[in-house]
Nanobody, 120 residues
Framework: QVQLVESGGGLVQTGGSLRLSCVAS????????TGWFRQAPGKEREVVAT????????YYADSVKGRFTVSRDNVKKEVYLQMNSLKPEDTGVYYC?????????????WGKGTQVTVFS
């Protein structure tokens, strides 16, 4: 199994920055594709950014390109999301996600989330 614990959320003014961290445990985290998702009130959960194990394939949602940076430290089993130039529409609960295929089965894991609130 994989356990994911997010931290770093908070209340920040428009234009500010936050750095989210996701600490993983469990052997099945090795090799996992990891991502950050968010869910705003009344909206569906959406992908924000993903990073593969070797960190050479990154994906960003259009809405965060140029402002957010995803990175990882596989030795520490940590994944980060640096968020700059924050906007009120970035408000939501941010979730860390990890998934990998074991055999023919896709295993997916989620953290409990960390709240990010951006006020104008």
């Amino acid at each position: 199994q994989v356990q994911l614990v997010e931290s770093g959320g908070g209340l920040v003014q428009t234009g500010g920055s936050l750095r989210l961290s996701c600490v993983a445990s469990g052997e099945r985290f090795n090799g996992a594709l990891t991502g950050w998702f968010r869910q705003a009130p009344g909206k569906e959960r959406e992908v924000v950014a993903t990073i593969n194990w070797t960190a050479d394939r990154l994906y960003y949602a259009d809405s965060v390109k140029g402002r957010f940076t995803v990175s990882r430290d596989n030795v520490k089993k940590e994944v980060y999301l640096q968020m700059n130039s924050l906007k009120p529409e970035d408000t939501g609960v941010y979730y860390c996600n990890a998934n990998r295929t074991i055999g023919t089965v896709l295993k997916e894991y989620w953290g409990k989330g960390t709240q990010v609130t951006v006020f104008s």
